[in-house]
């Protein structure tokens, strides 16, 4: 069999196997919240996230042609299937590692920096398209502080329009409500979280000339939806423990003005055709609504460790990735 083709395979099949993971370890959170105020079952938590992730992912390519696009220029890219398996061997490997420990960390941050790192290794730093890179970067960087802030304003607002309503049918309304919050939450996940693999399976494609645009195929779009979904079904229990109850604990007011918040952000950003870390988003989304209701009853040690490895994911990611890239380079 072919050469390219097999790498080609190869490189889909990996791909969907970073969107199954991505599906159980990101998508916890956007149910998290519902799950830890009993607003669903888990079970029904899970089966809601898996159809919403597949609606969203079907919905939208913006985000998966910027992947495609901005970080590095498929149509020149040396060693491209090398470069493209070196980054989705170092980003799966870091999102295992993350989801082993229960900790929250980003499958947006270890993809591209994975990408960036794998075609520094290949070509040098000129292989970078700094504009388009950079402009990820500030979505990511950005992104987080922008969601603490809507968090702490929207339950800010919630505090002084029900301040004189009885706590017990508040509460109780409010759980009722988020199951459609979690369900806007779980859908806008999938249309910016979904696409990163679609993006990552296009830039394949072109770098291997079995297509000629930016533009994803309906089978890319429809096979990743498919193993977000699936990995969704399967469910990160241990990152839902972490966002759902060792950052604060959440009442179903706070987990709608939470789920609303980071809902906002990341539609926002996958409007744009921006990709952003859904993990960063909903968490720092949490810390604000937490702040806002009582800063001392936000648990500050759980939310370091998690800003720890927000900041390392990236460098990490790349790091993993060019050494994958080196090793691999030498059999290929």
Same mark, same amino acid.
């Given at each position: 069999?072919?050469?390219?083709?097999?790498?080609?395979?190869?490189?889909?099949?990996?791909?969907?196997?970073?969107?199954?993971? =991505?599906?159980?370890?990101?998508?916890?959170?956007? @149910?998290?919240?519902?799950?830890?105020?009993?607003? *669903?079952?888990?079970?029904?938590?899970?089966?809601?996230?898996?159809?919403? =992730?597949?609606?969203?992912?079907?919905?939208?390519?913006?985000?998966?042609?910027?992947?495609? +696009?901005? $970080?590095?220029?498929?149509?020149?890219?040396?060693?491209?299937?090398?470069?493209?398996?070196?980054?989705?061997?170092?980003?799966?490997? &870091?999102?295992?590692?993350? &989801?082993?420990?229960?900790?929250?960390?980003?499958?947006?941050?270890?993809?591209?920096?994975?990408?960036?790192?794998?075609?520094?290794?290949?070509?040098?730093?000129?292989?970078?398209?700094?504009?388009?890179?950079?402009?990820?970067?500030?979505?990511?960087?950005?992104?987080?502080? !922008?969601?603490?802030?809507?968090?702490?304003?929207?339950?800010?607002?919630?505090?002084?329009?029900?301040?004189?309503?009885?706590?017990?049918?508040?509460? +109780?309304?409010?759980? *009722?409500?988020?199951?459609?919050?979690?369900?806007?939450?779980?859908? #806008?996940?999938?249309?910016?979280?979904?696409?990163?693999?679609?993006?990552?399976?296009?830039?394949?494609?072109?770098?291997?000339?079995?297509? #000629? #645009?930016?533009?994803?195929?309906?089978?890319?779009? $429809?096979?990743?939806?498919?193993?977000?979904?699936?990995?969704?079904?399967?469910?990160?229990?241990?990152?839902?423990?972490?966002?759902?109850?060792?950052?604060? +604990?959440?009442?179903?007011? %706070?987990?709608?003005?939470?789920?609303?918040?980071?809902?906002? !952000? $990341?539609?926002?950003?996958?409007?744009?055709?921006?990709?952003?870390?859904?993990?960063?988003?909903?968490?720092?989304?949490? *810390?604000?609504?937490?702040?806002?209701?009582?800063?001392?009853?936000?648990? &500050?040690?759980?939310?370091?460790?998690?800003?720890?490895? &927000?900041? @390392? #994911?990236?460098?990490?990611?790349?790091?993993?990735?060019?050494? !994958?890239?080196?090793?691999? %380079?030498?059999?290929?």
């Amino acid at each position: 069999m072919d050469y390219i083709l097999v790498t080609t395979i190869l490189i889909v099949i990996a791909s969907l196997l970073f969107d199954f993971i =991505n599906g159980f370890h990101d998508t916890a959170n956007a @149910i998290a919240t519902s799950v830890s105020t009993k607003a *669903l079952k888990p079970r029904q938590a899970i089966f809601l996230a898996a159809i919403m =992730n597949f609606l969203g992912a079907m919905t939208f390519t913006g985000v998966a042609q910027t992947i495609t +696009k901005d $970080i590095v220029d498929p149509f020149t890219l040396n060693n491209g299937s090398v470069v493209i398996i070196s980054a989705l061997f170092a980003a799966i490997l &870091w999102n295992l590692i993350t &989801w082993y420990f229960g900790i929250p960390s980003s499958s947006s941050h270890a993809i591209i920096g994975a990408v960036a790192g794998a075609a520094i290794a290949a070509s040098g730093f000129t292989a970078i398209k700094y504009s388009g890179f950079l402009k990820i970067l500030q979505a990511l960087i950005f992104s987080p502080i !922008i969601a603490f802030t809507v968090g702490y304003i929207i339950y800010s607002i919630f505090k002084v329009i029900f301040k004189e309503n009885n706590l017990a049918k508040t509460n +109780k309304r409010f759980r *009722l409500i988020q199951v459609v919050t979690a369900a806007i939450q779980a859908y #806008t996940h999938g249309t910016n979280d979904a696409q990163k693999a679609m993006g990552i399976i296009t830039m394949a494609l072109i770098t291997n000339h079995y297509h #000629t #645009t930016t533009d994803i195929p309906l089978w890319v779009q $429809i096979s990743c939806a498919a193993a977000m979904g699936l990995g969704t079904s399967i469910g990160g229990w241990k990152i839902i423990k972490t966002v759902g109850g060792k950052i604060m +604990k959440i009442k179903p007011v %706070n987990g709608v003005s939470a789920d609303l918040s980071s809902a906002l !952000i $990341i539609f926002g950003a996958t409007y744009i055709h921006l990709p952003v870390s859904t993990t960063h988003v909903i968490s720092s989304s949490i *810390l604000g609504v937490g702040s806002a209701h009582r800063i001392r009853g936000v648990k &500050w040690d759980t939310a370091q460790r998690m800003v720890i490895t &927000w900041v @390392i #994911t990236m460098p990490v990611s790349a790091t993993l990735a060019a050494i !994958i890239f080196f090793i691999l %380079n030498s059999f290929f």
